[in-house]
């Protein structure tokens, strides 16, 4: 099997009459964008460092609070298990049907798994307002003790939004 070059290979040499033009810088979205986008949006991926090497990935609920992204999850899942492990995570939100339209952003993460029941529940009650428009308390109290809480610390991040090429690729 032939050896694919590396991503990390320095581009060709620009022809002399040719003004390189990048794409990247086109599509990238801008703070605000992104919290809109985050705001509009409902389901993030999670992608873990599964226990057999794998990439484990799995979608969950979300809030923005205070400019990171929260979710939580059943404290005894595969994902928690990956966490513990290794405390870091890439996250998702996309969205577009056709290439014209996509549009997303990435961020890889340094992980915080909250246990203590109090800011579980706060934090359950608060995601169940965002999707259910109520906090569903008595729920949320009956299923915080075997929960955790995601707090997502974002290291580094990619944003494109499609949109802006108007067409012109």
């Known amino acids: 099997m032939p050896r694919r070059s590396s991503c990390a290979s320095p581009p060709p040499p620009a022809e002399p009459d040719r003004i390189s033009v990048s794409r990247r810088n086109q599509i990238e979205m801008s703070p605000e964008e992104v919290a809109a986008f985050l705001d509009e949006e409902r389901v993030v991926t999670c992608a873990t460092h599964g226990p057999r090497g794998w990439p484990h990935l799995m979608p969950l609920w979300f809030l923005v609070r205070d400019g990171e992204i929260w979710a939580w999850t059943y404290g005894k ?47 359950g009650e608060q995601l169940f307002v965002r999707y259910a428009g109520n906090p569903a308390s008595e729920m949320v109290a009956a299923q915080a003790p075997k929960r955790v809480a995601l707090q997502f610390v974002e290291r580094r991040r990619a944003t494109w939004d499609h949109r802006k090429l108007d067409g012109v690729y």
């Open 77 to 123: 899942s595969q994902k928690v298990c990956n966490l513990e492990r290794d405390a870091r995570a890439t996250l998702q939100v996309e969205a577009g049907e056709e290439y014209h339209l996509l549009r997303g952003v990435m961020l890889e993460c340094d992980v915080v798994v909250h246990r203590e029941t109090p800011v579980v529940q706060e934090f």
